[in-house]
């Protein structure tokens, strides 16, 4: 994938030909002054500079890859149609291989380079977490994160916005429907000892405790562990029927191996984003699994809209390959801020498209999921979908659910 590149020339940035005079911001703690409203950091009288530091090649590039191509395709479309008040968007990307320090490298390039408008997109809760700082210092928003971490929300920061549902709130969603709509008794967690998987074991506890419950067991891991005979056995000795996953792609498949050997069912195994995947549904104990998740995968053979039909057929003739649902939350992330742009006018600023993204209510994607902002509210989404597999494949259980 090519990569925009920008000269520095003394106190200037050099792109395409057009001069930028790059802005020394201060932020206050991060809020968005009039100072730093009326600076126009990646805006031209041609073009919207946005940029994304993201995952082509680690272990995550499934999601950094779909996303980037999906937002890629919203862009070309909006830049066909005329672009946003004239000016054409163009999405500097940048690869981290899921590692911290090449992110905080491709932020540094992105911001005081390439003078980013705002970047859109990145992959990972670690490299969000280590990146958000630097960013809100410079006045640039951080746009729809790949990530369900509550740090993308929490605490509230006028440049943070996110479309996804937070991995906290998921959990506990999980956990009321569970008991009250599927009878289910014993929860039980299991999750990986990372800051993503002890938020999990928190939205458990704090769902259970509200409904006057207690966890009946505990299991946690590294990330790399493998062997999970001694964590079932656990659960099955304390007769768990609902058992809550902070897991990934490769430690829920082992979790679900080892319980398939031992001839333990009957029990609702419930997953997230995070373990949303194929891989996971191809597997013969993946059988009967379950997730909540924002949007729900698209399989060829649905009856699809004749626009999501049309944008599946696109993606395919472009990238040789059918798009994922990280490619539906990149087209979905590229849209609404398309929206929030077109909303802010022709003097763009961050303060303007901080008040456009909020001025943003029911939004209806082009797949039928619905987001919404406000002053007072930067995560879109309030509800998920539940999906199980069902030989093979995802099947969507649910329209909506709450919390």
């Known amino acids: 994938m090519k990569i925009d590149e920008c000269v520095s020339r003394g106190l200037g940035v050099v792109c395409g030909g057009i001069v930028l005079m790059l802005a020394v911001v201060g932020c206050g703690g991060g809020e968005v002054t009039q100072s730093t409203a009326t600076t126009n950091r990646g805006v031209t009288e041609k073009e919207i500079i946005l940029g994304v530091y993201t995952d082509l090649s680690g272990p995550t590039a499934i999601w950094g890859v779909g996303a980037t191509n999906g937002a890629r ?3 070309d479309e909006a830049n066909a149609a005329g672009g946003i008040h004239g000016r054409q968007i163009r999405y500097v ?5 899921y590692q911290v ?3 905080i490298s491709a932020a540094n390039k992105l911001v005081n380079r390439d ?3 705002a970047i859109l997109l990145g992959v990972g809760t670690p490299l969000n977490n280590a990146i958000m700082p630097m960013l809100f210092e410079n006045n640039v928003p951080n746009l729809f994160p790949i990530s369900g971490g509550r740090q993308m929300v929490e605490p509230f920061h006028p ?4 479309q996804r549902g937070i991995y906290y709130d998921e959990v506990r969603a999980s956990v009321k429907y569970f008991i009250e709509q599927q009878n289910k008794e014993t929860a039980c967690v299991v999750y990986q000892d990372t800051d993503y998987g002890v938020e999990i074991l928190e939205g458990a506890r704090d769902q259970l405790e509200l409904m006057g419950r207690e966890l009946a067991a505990v299991s946690a891991h590294k990330p790399t562990d493998s062997e999970f005979t001694a964590a079932i056995l656990k659960f099955k000795n304390a007769n768990c029927d609902l058992v809550l996953m902070g897991t990934v792609h490769r430690d829920t498949i082992l979790v679900l191996n080892a319980a398939r050997k031992m001839g333990w069912g009957d029990v609702a195994w ?5 373990a949303y995947a194929q891989v996971i549904a191809d597997q013969p104990s993946g059988q009967g699994y379950y997730s909540f998740v924002h949007m729900a995968k698209l399989y060829a053979d649905d009856d699809m809209s004749p626009a999501v039909r049309a944008w599946w057929d696109t993606y395919i003739e472009r990238y040789s390959s059918e798009p ?3 490619a539906m939350e990149g ?4 849209a609404l801020t398309v929206e929030a742009l077109q909303r802010a006018g022709q003097a763009l600023t961050t303060e303007g498209l901080v008040k456009a993204m909020e001025s943003i209510d029911s939004y209806t994607d082009i797949f039928g999921y619905t987001v919404s902002f406000g002053p007072d509210k930067h995560n879109g989404a309030s509800e998920s979908v539940l999906s199980q597999v069902q030989d093979g494949r995802w099947v969507k259980l649910t329209e909506a659910i709450g919390y």
């Open 101 to 103: 320090p090449k992110a």
């Open 324 to 326: 994922g649902l990280a």
């Open 159 to 162: 440049l943070k916005f996110t």
């Open 115 to 117: 003078n980013v408008f």
């Open 331 to 334: 087209y979905r992330g590229a």
């Open 93 to 97: 990307v940048e690869d981290t291989s």
């Open 73 to 75: 395709m919203r862009f």
């Open 270 to 274: 419930v997953g997230n984003n995070a």
